[in-house]
């Protein structure tokens, strides 16, 4: 069992930085792959980054490559994301999920990379 709790999301403007974190207690969190999905208003949860369980690989969606960086430490129970030269478009809901599958495989998965575990999400939002 792994329970995820995700903070850091705000108002920014475009062009702007947050980091977003997802702490995690159980003593399962160290064997998960991590994910950081989005889900603005009306429209579907989509992937934006994910990391191996040892932090070695990571994975983004071409829409955010370059902009954002995955990033984990297994003995802090933490799981971050940080949004770089933020834009309007990436306003949403922001969710980190503890990943069913292994990292490679989870990766090739559509959609959307499945999840054992879901947070609370934290709201991002982007001003022009």
């Known amino acids: 069992q792994v329970q995820l709790v995700e903070s850091g999301g705000g108002l920014v403007q475009a062009g702007g930085s947050l980091r977003l974190s997802c702490a995690a207690s159980g003593r399962a969190f160290s064997s998960y792959a991590m994910g950081w999905f989005r889900q603005a208003p009306g429209k579907d949860r989509d992937f934006v980054a994910a990391?191996?369980?040892?932090?070695?690989?990571?994975y983004y969606a071409d829409s955010v490559k370059g902009r954002i960086t995955i990033s984990r430490d297994n003995a802090k129970n933490t799981v971050w994301l940080h949004l770089n030269s933020l834009k309007p478009e990436d306003t949403a809901v922001y969710y980190c999920?503890?990943?069913?599958?292994?990292?490679?495989?989870?990766?090739?998965?559509?959609?959307?990379?499945?999840?054992?575990?879901w947070g609370q999400g934290t709201q991002v939002t982007v001003s022009s």
């Open positions: 990391i191996s369980w040892s932090g070695g690989s990571t």
């Open positions: 999920g503890a990943l069913s599958s292994p990292f490679q495989i989870a990766i090739t998965e559509r959609p959307v990379p499945s999840s054992d575990y």
